[in-house]
Structures are given as C-alpha cells and as structure tokens.
C-alpha cells in the first residue's frame, strides 16, 4: 500500500480487498452516507470528510495534517491483510459464500466512545432511527465543523447533562444509559484505553459496569471502538445463523478472527 497525502486529500494505493459502500453501510457506523454516486460523506476521526474509491485506490477528501494519514489508515484497518483472513475464512462453505456476495467488507476501527455510545443507542432499534438519534445528539452537543456537520460528543461533555436534557434526541429509555455511560467514562471508572489490550474477558467486564450495556453492546463496542476483532457480537440475525448454520459453535478458521468473520455472515444473513 502507498500513502500520499496533501492539505485536501489522503491517497491510499494498492488497497487490497477493501469495498468502501459495504464497509460504510453494513450496520457497524452510523454516520456515513452516499452523497452522490460512489462518493460518500461523514464525520469520524473527528473530521468531516467525503471518500470515494476508485478501484484499488481509496481517496479522501478534507483538511487535512501530517499525522491525519496514520489514523484515517487505522480508521479502515489498512495494515491488517485481510485478503489472507479471507482465505482462511473460506474454509467453511457458509462463510465462502458470505464472501463471495459481499467481498471488501473491513472492519472500522471508530473512536472508542463513539462505538460505545453509538451501540448504546442501537438497542432495540433500527437504523433509520439509530442514525436519527446520533445525528441529533452531534448537532446539540457536538462542535460545529461547519456545513451542517458536527463532531460527536465527548464524554466529558454528556456527562454533566441530565436525562432531561437529552429529550431532544427522543432516544427513548436509552437516555439514562447515555448519562451513565458518560458518566462513568469521563470520572475514570471504566477506562476505555485499556480495552484495546486487556484480556477480552476483563474487557467485557469493564463494559457491562455501564448500565444498560450487555454482551452485545459490549461486544459491539470492543469490536468496532478497539479493533478488537476477535469480540463477537452476536444479535438477532447472528443468534439465527448460529442457530441454523453453526449449532456446535463457529468453525476453527474463524479462532482470533470471529469478529471479521461475524460481519460477514451478520450481512449476508441480513441481505439474503
């Protein structure tokens, strides 16, 4: 892979399996959207930016600095070699096909708390109105980074704010649990830094101190927040595929890679 990078522009060449519409839109990021055709827009990283790919080659486009080249390949996981993980995974025939209909889906590496707050949010909804909730929450308390675009809120900042303050977002029940989230992150309580390296189960524990954060926001939250991809949410359409595919457990080529793996069969299931 070769990096160019200038004030307006991040040039990464001889990106290898990588789609950026799957990658932006299969249920893991909820701020992204196609502004015109193959070029879509967002705010992550805490910039708002519009990418577009045009074969192997994936542009994005902003202000840029020196340094923002390093994140923004962490952002799409671009040194992990995804073309061998799925080798591997097509071992197992169900996953081959999952491959095959849906080829470049990467795993986001998103701010932690973002993750956390985003699938706190995400609890028995869809996305139309999880997008909604996020939007409105950026554009309240995010900063302003012009053109109608927000950045997405500290903890620091949700977490000196009541349940009634959030009653512009209509989040629902999810409110209490954004404030408790904050809450605990931003005194310290649960520290999010040390989920990129702790063993998986402490981390899990670390999570699930937050009220309203279970097994699956927590592994949604290890998974898309720390790039720990051997974290394995599992949500309704996952619980059917293990159910139908996999009732004895996932397949040995998917051991330390269950996440990638998941999100393979996760919009497979979903689109089929």
């Not at 299969?26 to 990418?51: L, M, P």
């Not at 620091?156 to 408790?180: H, M, N």
């Not at 830094?193 to 097994?215: F, Q, Y």
Request: with cysteine.
């Amino acid at each position: 892979m070769k990096t160019e990078i200038n004030k307006n522009e991040i040039i990464f060449s001889s990106v290898d399996t990588l789609s950026v519409p799957l990658s932006l839109d299969c249920g893991q990021a909820f701020r992204w959207s196609e502004k015109s055709e193959s070029v879509w827009h967002g705010v992550a990283c805490g910039k708002a930016v519009d990418i577009l790919q045009k074969d192997d080659t994936l542009i994005i486009r902003g202000t840029f600095e020196a340094d923002d080249a390093d994140r923004w390949a962490e952002y799409f996981d671009l040194n992990r070699d995804y073309g061998k993980i799925c080798e591997r995974l097509k071992a197992d025939n169900y996953l081959k096909t999952a491959i095959k209909a849906y080829p470049g889906i990467r795993i986001l590496k998103q701010e932690p708390w973002e993750a956390l707050c985003s699938f706190i949010i995400s609890q028995n909804n869809n996305i139309p109105r999880i997008k909604g909730i996020i939007e409105r929450l950026c554009a309240h308390f995010g900063e302003d980074l012009g053109n109608g675009d927000f950045s997405f809120p500290s903890a620091e900042k949700l977490a000196v704010l009541t349940v009634e303050d959030l009653a512009p977002l209509r989040s629902g029940f999810r409110a209490k649990y954004i404030i408790d989230a904050a809450q605990k992150v931003a005194n310290g309580e649960v520290d999010l830094k040390k989920l990129h390296t702790c063993d998986l189960d402490e981390a899990r524990e670390e999570l699930i101190k937050i009220k309203g954060v279970g097994a699956k926001v927590a592994e949604c939250a290890l998974l898309y927040g720390c790039g720990r991809v051997d974290a394995f949410p599992v949500d309704v359409w996952v619980r059917r595929i293990m159910s139908e595919l996999y009732p004895e457990g996932l397949p040995e080529c998917t051991q330390g890679v269950e996440g990638i793996a998941q999100q393979y069969l996760f919009h497979w299931r979903r689109n089929i």
